[in-house]
């Protein structure tokens, strides 16, 4: 079956750097859209970036020109690159195909962004 595991979250000072990771199985993950999304607390789950089987990227304007969204098709892996990390970013970060699959979205990584 389709399933995400993200990692690489933890707590972090604010103007630090963290980098996700997301593994992806049960589909051929170089054809698919996948995107990154979080959810803080009392907050419904909102996309952060998106990527293209080719690379082309989105980002919502809270998270340009600090945050990188990349994949690596042959490792079925795509990554998030946070920097200059803000404590508005505190949230728990999944990964999952764009649009996303509802029931697959894995335990996600916690990020929070605190002195």
């Known amino acids: 079956q389709v399933e995400f595991v993200a990692s690489g979250g933890g707590l972090v000072e604010p103007g630090g750097s963290l980098r996700l990771s997301c593994a992806a199985s049960g589909f051929i993950f170089s054809i698919y859209r996948m995107g990154w999304y979080r959810q803080a607390p009392g907050k419904e789950r909102e996309l952060v970036a998106r990527?293209?089987?080719?690379?082309?990227?989105y980002y919502v304007d809270s998270v340009k020109g600090r945050f990188t969204i990349s994949r690596d098709n042959a490792k079925n892996t795509v990554y998030l690159q946070m920097n200059s990390l803000k404590p508005e970013d505190t949230a728990v970060y999944f990964c999952?195909?764009?649009?996303?699959?509802?029931?697959?979205w894995g335990q996600g990584t916690q990020v929070t962004v605190s002195s």
């Open positions: 990527t293209t089987s080719g690379g082309s990227m």
């Open positions: 999952n195909k764009y649009p996303p699959i509802l029931e697959s």
